[in-house]
């Protein structure tokens, strides 16, 4: 199916959506990655920039009840399952605000209320734990889909080969969501792996595996939606491979230069998720006014995130005993 | 609007950097997202591209003196500063 068809089957208004989501991922981070070099957030941070189109268009397809498992570059997700921009910086900043009061910090952000079961240092960690999920609700008759993103790092760990085989053989409501960036901290796929095509590990476990293109965020949706809806009717899980690339270094202070070449950086940019949703509005007849009215309601957006996060208080130190065992 | 240009946190355990090299001299413009400086810390040399935009000022710290994460390195300001 070619990606004009695509666009022509989803509505101007829900394009634009998308694109507001989009965009709000990107400068929520570039705002977390000034907040930090100047000294301002604490902790340690893994920035999405460049990967914003993959959480968007698979979380616009879930309810509030269905549940996401992320990662340590997961501040994406979050936003995208409809953490509030600020409740989820607050929580970077240490803020009793935060969605885990502050005490989560980037790599253990939780926010249940809205079906984020939270981020994770250990790369691979959350596919069990998204599989135990979807066995819950199949357990439980409860019509919730569980989503399960992880990079391509995780997938030759064996907590992903045993996970993805629990969750096809028992036709689990789970949907697994590769984010291929290409590069597991500084090792290239190619060098990690003969196979690196992530979609086709599905046949060894008897399930659809699906390829897309991460950056368009109507076509991972698409995807999504097809994967989502299988998941809710009992038809089991499935693998999707999202192809995206992050522009910005795998932590906060790493270049990001000495294992990949400048031009490769350059080159995914000219499909940036950004941009790829901006044009699909202007070609769907949308002029340039309107869109810069959604673009800075945007910008408002953060600028407020930032002010809540800023102005909300220090958890109290009365509250040093709560949450521990 | 003046944009204060510091020497940035690059990681968990940096606590002081020198900037190696200016890519722009004083009094020109520059623009958010444009290469502007190299640091060297105890780890990594890496480009530092502006966080904001304006005309850079006066630059305030040696080229290679160590200095604290969080020291004023210049100004960003919207009219260029004469006086540099």
């Known amino acids: 199916m070619s990606e004009r068809v695509l666009a022509e089957q989803i509505s101007q208004e ?76 607050a929580e970077l900043w240490g803020k009793a605000t935060g969605s885990s009061g502050g005490r989560g910090g980037s790599m253990h952000m939780y926010a249940p209320e809205y079906g984020f079961m939270g981020t994770n240092g250990i790369v691979g960690a959350p596919i069990p734990l998204a599989t135990g999920a979807a066995l819950s609700a199949k357990v439980r008759k409860h019509s919730q889909v569980v989503v399960c993103f992880f990079g391509d790092g995780a997938v030759n760990s064996g907590s992903f080969h045993e996970a993805v085989n629990l969750g096809s053989v028992w036709d689990l409501p789970v949907v697994y969501v590769c984010e291929n960036n ?37 076509a991972v949706h698409e995807v999504a939606q097809a994967a989502i809806q299988r998941a809710r009717g009992d038809g089991g899980p499935t693998l999707i491979e999202c192809k995206t690339y992050r522009y910005v270094g795998h932590h906060e202070g790493d270049p990001g230069t000495d294992y990949r070449t400048r031009e490769e950086v350059q080159q995914w940019k000219k499909q940036d998720p950004v941009k790829l949703a901006r044009q699909r509005l202007l070609d769907s007849g949308m002029d340039e006014n309107k869109l810069q009215t959604a673009d800075q309601q945007v910008e408002q957006l953060i600028d407020d995130a930032v002010e809540f996060a800023e102005k909300s208080p220090e958890p109290s130190a009365a509250s040093v005993t709560e949450h521990v065992f | 609007m003046a944009y204060k240009i510091v020497m940035p946190q690059l990681g968990l355990t940096m606590e002081e950097g020198s900037v190696t090299s200016w890519l722009k001299k004083p009094g020109e413009w520059v623009d958010k997202g444009e290469t502007l400086f190299t640091v060297e810390t105890d780890k990594v040399e890496m480009e530092v591209e502006s966080m904001g935009k304006g005309y850079l000022g006066t630059i305030q710290v040696e080229l290679g003196a160590k200095v604290p994460v969080g020291t004023l390195l210049a100004m960003l300001t919207d009219e260029p500063d004469t006086a540099s």
């Open chain 1, 14 to 89: 829900l394009l634009l959506a998308y694109y507001k989501k989009v965009l709000e991922l990107r400068l929520f981070e570039l705002k977390v990655q000034e907040l930090y070099r100047n000294g301002r957030l604490p902790g340690f941070v893994h920035l999405y920039v460049g990967e914003e189109a993959v959480a968007v268009g698979v979380c616009s397809n879930l309810q509030t009840a269905d549940l996401v498992f992320s990662t340590h570059r997961g501040h994406g997700h979050a936003l995208a399952k409809g953490v509030p921009a600020g409740v989820v910086l």
């Open chain 1, 182 to 218: 290409l590069y597991a901290t500084e090792m290239a796929f190619v060098r990690a792996t003969k196979n690196t095509s992530v979609a086709s590990r599905a046949a060894a476990y008897g399930m659809l595996g699906v390829e897309v293109d991460g950056q368009d965020v109507v």
